[in-house]
């Protein structure tokens, strides 16, 4: 059964917006996505029905109270996590931080970090950082600059028995690259090192499930996903009981992944985010939540599939047109539809004003991915056009851009 894009369409508000008459175009999902009308509905009924804080023995702190727990089961069925071992926090980096500050207070002066190139730098300038305040030693694995995939002899490489952790993207935001997950978590726990996931790119696109994964720590953001402003992170049980946590006192006895919440979390993004894991799941067939979003995902995946060849096939012959990253079709199983270009003889901010004149939204900058940039050589001229496509998008929305970027030439 394949995925009613119109109907998926028609639950978006924000996708009846037109420009000259014409349906306005949504190539922007890799630096967030749009959001139902479910979602909306979700955090406003917070906001005007539950809106109370935790603990409480009135009617709308028990509402809320309930709110947030359903909002656990939710992120956990989401991630393939207990309910128990989620903790949100306003943003990915935020969490990325707190965490990374937190394990680093459990290493030695000397120990190791293995990140990469492919990363957001939310994946990296925390443990430059973290690195820098406790004496730690922090390598890059590189990436290919051919096809933009991992080098992962070159990450066995630097594995030590002195790794503690090995940081990497399931996902790259910049050019679409997923690694091979499970085989760097093998290497990670042959050396007795943490796998840490950031699958922010990752989760519009596939199914997450951390245990199955082999991660130990799992780092995602419901806004990219069709959800709210909000952080979410899954932490192996045992990890998110032991590691040191920052709390007020009265707080100390709180469980597991809940520890690493600082304060009064937003509830009403909570919320939206239970209707977008919801929403997902809508998309789905199954007897529970989580067989529900295997099968939307697996209904997701074969759609964007179909758009990233379609939209490959579309620029394959244009000689102003560079793009980088996997570009031969049958690898497109190790990339998720989303594409990063240059075109000849024009800054990347000129070709987002151009396509945005259009109608079409793109982004053009290092969108974070600073490594890759570099690595890339693109840094120095303006980074790169960044499109993606999400499962509301649909072929004539990938044949208009085709068009209007060849026009370009």
Partial sequence: MSLDTRAIRASFPSLARTLDGQPYMYFDG????????VVADAMTHSLLHANANGGGAFATSIESDAAVEESRRAAADFTGSLPEEIAFGPNATTLQYLLAHAVARTFEPGD????????????????????????????QARLHRTD????????ESLLSPRTKVVA???????????????????????????????????????????????????????????????????????????????????????????????????HEAMAGMTAAVDYLASLGDGATRAERLDSAYDRIRVHEDELALRFWNGVEGMDHLTVYGITDPTQF????????????????AEVAQRLAQRGMAVWDGNFYALSASIALGLEESGGAIRVGFLHYTTPEEVDRLVAALGELG
């Fill in 30 to 37: 890799p630096g967030g996505s749009q959001v139902p009308q």
């Fill in 168 to 266: 990497f993207t399931l996902a790259s935001n910049h050019l679409g690259t997923v690694p091979p997950c499970r085989e760097i978590a093998r290497h990670a726990h042959s050396v007795g090192a943490l796998a840490w996931g950031d699958a922010v790119h990752y989760a519009p696109h596939r199914r997450l499930n951390r245990s199955a994964m082999g991660l130990d720590v799992l780092l995602t953001s419901p806004y990219k996903w069709f959800g709210p402003h909000l952080g979410i992170a899954s932490i192996r049980h045992d990890l998110a009981v032991s590691w040191p946590a920052d709390r007020v006192r009265p707080a100390d006895e709180t469980p597991a992944g809940h520890r690493f919440e600082t304060g009064t979390q937003s």
């Fill in 112 to 139: 190791e970090i293995i990140t990469t190139e492919l990363d957001h730098d939310s994946n990296v300038s925390q443990w430059l950082q973290v690195g820098a305040d406790h004496g730690l030693v922090v390598h």
């Fill in 148 to 155: 933009g995939t991992l080098d992962l002899h070159h990450l």
């Fill in 333 to 348: 199983g190790d990339r998720v539809a989303t594409f990063s270009l240059t075109v000849d003889g024009a800054h990347p």
